[in-house]
């Protein structure tokens, strides 16, 4: 069932419907989205990212370094969602730490794709995206820092949003890159994402970068809207032949349903991918800081403070987030800060120049998420590849915008395909009613 439905089941009709989706979840322990489920509440059940805090759970960020931790005190995104009648529902599995494109890097082992147990299901949000794609929730929350709700969207047949930056309170979300980081819907159609939205959204005086909302999107939803939106011929060039054909649909749709299409250009994705991985590991090898064993973080004693540290963060990261604090922490060093990491922050003000240019004449953008379908396990094994992956989610990131993966195409043997509608900054309502002559 949809999220809209089951908002108007009875207390006893959605307990009876928690039974049966246990039932469900037990019945396929081999797809490992979720890490585990903690049924308590007796609202509409939402899968939660082991990111986000639930108080007295355990979050671990899917990381060894965690393990044990428990919340102290819920995110504002779950305080609301009870506020509306929801519960949080089981943690669902992701890479460590939220950086990756595939969940192969967590500590609770992989989670297969809904569509085939051979392919990744995509991530960070991984876990997410394969409890809605299987049927196994109703919707969920999942974070964006580069394509981590919208690319598991797209490899698992679903509906995957990233809001604008300071849209949701970022309070009780586990920071990977603050200043790219948004937690967002996951869910099996548009009107579910734009009602989960509107009830995770607004301003929090915990989070100073949020924003007061204006009316609920769900309420004035118009899939009759005749909108300008703006197709990227030279971007879809490098594209597999998938992403072309789906591409095309979506190219096919959008005019029957009576919008004006329009041809712009972005500037090269190589851009994107440097100033991205960049600023994310920047923030990421800052962030990480506090996980020293002291102040967060199961300690591993050493002989001293310095030999505790080591042995701490040693064993407890794996090697992925090692990888990017070290990379981190290498562009922020005196003697490279201005040849790194000031440059990469003057290419992210140029990818939103050109966004805002672009969005003085057109409405939406239709974008690539993914180079293809779901790749296999273990084909993303090279460091460089898996981020060269990311070349068409990221730039929305860098410059804050809203963008909603959904379901195009399927391959020859059932694999989905999405495609990405990005909007100007805060406008949410044109993101969704646009993302309705897709659907
Ligand atoms: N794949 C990207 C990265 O590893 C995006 C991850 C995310 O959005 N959390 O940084």
């Given amino acids: ?216 999107v769900s309420d004035k939803l118009d899939a009759n809207k005749k909108l300008t939106i703006a197709i990227l011929p030279k971007h879809i060039d490098g594209a597999s032949e998938i992403v072309k054909k789906a591409y095309e649909k979506a190219i096919e749709a959008l005019k029957a349903a009576g919008h004006t299409i329009v041809e712009r250009e972005l500037m090269d994705a190589k851009f994107d991918i440097s100033a991205y991985y960049i600023t994310a590991t920047a923030e990421a090898a800052t962030n990480l800081a506090r996980y020293d064993g002291i102040r967060y973080g199961n300690r591993v004693e050493g002989k001293n403070l310095e030999d505790t540290f080591i042995k701490t963060r040693s064993q407890g990261f794996g090697d992925e987030v090692k990888r990017r604090t070290l990379l981190g922490n290498f562009v922020l060093s005196s003697g490279y800060y201005e040849a790194y990491y000031v440059k990469a922050q003057k290419t992210r003000h140029m990818i939103k120049d050109q966004y805002d240019e672009i969005f003085k004449s057109v409405d939406l953008i239709l974008s690539p998420i993914a180079p293809s379908i779901a790749p296999k396990f273990g084909e993303l094994s090279n460091p460089m590849d898996m981020y060269l992956s990311d070349l068409y989610t990221i730039s929305v990131n860098l410059a804050g915008l809203p963008a909603l993966s959904l379901p195009v195409l399927k391959s020859d043997d059932g694999l989905p395909i999405g495609l990405q509608l990005i909007a100007k900054a805060y406008d949410e309502q044109t993101l969704f009613d646009g993302s309705l002559s897709l659907e």
């Fill in 1 to 216: 069932i949809t999220l809209k439905e089951a908002l108007k089941l009875s207390k006893e009709e959605l307990s009876k419907f928690k039974q049966e989706l246990k039932a469900k979840i037990d019945a396929k322990p081999e797809l490992n989205a979720y890490i585990d489920v903690n049924n308590v509440g007796d609202g509409v059940p939402i899968a939660i990212k082991d990111n986000i805090q639930v108080k007295d759970w355990s979050v671990t960020s899917a990381s060894s370094i965690l393990q044990g931790y428990i919340a102290p005190y819920n995110a504002t995104v779950i305080e609301k969602m009870m506020e509306a009648g929801l519960s949080p529902y089981g943690r669902t599995n992701m890479d460590e730490f939220a950086m990756g494109s595939t969940t192969e890097s967590s500590f609770y082992g992989k989670t297969q794709n809904p569509h085939s147990s051979q392919r990744v299901p995509g991530g960070s949000s991984g876990g997410s995206a394969a409890a809605v794609g299987a049927g196994l929730a109703i919707a969920a929350l999942g974070s964006d820092t580069g394509g981590s709700i919208r690319q598991p969207a797209s490899y698992c047949g679903i509906v995957g949003m990233k809001p604008t930056y300071g849209r949701v309170s970022r309070y009780g979300l586990g920071a990977y890159a603050s200043s790219l980081d948004q937690i967002g819907p996951m869910t099996q159609n548009v009107e579910d994402a734009a009602i989960l939205y509107d009830i995770i959204s607004g301003h929090d005086k915990k989070d100073s970068t949020s924003m007061e909302m204006d009316d609920k």
